[in-house]
């Protein structure tokens, strides 16, 4: 076979089109910028409440580690959230919630205030495999409704929480495709 210059190579894989990513579409390994940071999507795991599918993004910059979650509803919303430990919050959480069976309605973490909003019992699916896994989660918002503040109930003894604010999708730009890096 002669070598033809012009000749289309075979694709491989999935084509992206870099000028048409949006912020619901991404995969691991795409990178994106945040707050004057380029973060890389290093995981994609889901949740499933009640029929309700949220997807999350593991975004990572350097040695900071954050949760870019998106839900469909009504509209779709995005939240940003952190880790922080549970002895973190203003109250002894676990002992709450296995006396009380539920955390208080009122939670206090770095001196705001955060009201109770829902409780939801969900499955998680670590990278979008697998039968998931059962907790519960109670989530609250600040008196603005833009801080969130989540606690999870994964057995009898583990708990993890979270904080976050709700953010929106044009906060994010630069979105293009990339690889996995180990």
């Known amino acids: 076979m002669n070598w033809n210059p012009f000749r289309k190579k075979e694709a491989v894989g999935e084509a992206v089109d870099p000028l048409d990513i949006a912020l619901h579409s991404l995969k691991p390994g795409y990178v994106l910028d945040y707050d004057l940071k380029t973060w890389q999507v290093s995981a ?36 940003l959230t952190r880790k922080i ?69 994964w057995s009898d003894d583990q708990f993890e929480a979270s904080v976050g604010e709700i953010v929106e999708d044009y906060q994010f730009t630069n979105i293009l495709p990339g690889t996995v890096t180990t």
């Open 44 to 79: 994609q795991h889901h949740y499933e409440y009640d029929g309700d599918h949220i997807d999350e993004w593991e975004l990572t910059c350097a040695d900071e580690v954050v949760y870019l979650e998106c839900k469909k509803d009504d509209g779709v919303t995005y939240t």
């Open 85 to 153: 430990r549970i002895s973190q919050i203003d109250a002894d959480i676990p002992a709450y919630i296995n006396q009380n069976d539920d955390p208080p309605d009122e939670i206090t973490y770095n001196d705001v205030a955060y009201e109770a909003d829902s409780s939801s019992l969900g499955r998680y699916f670590k990278n979008g495999q697998g039968t998931g896994e059962e907790f519960i989660v109670w989530d609250y918002f600040d008196e603005s409704e833009t801080r969130t503040l989540s606690i999870e109930q």
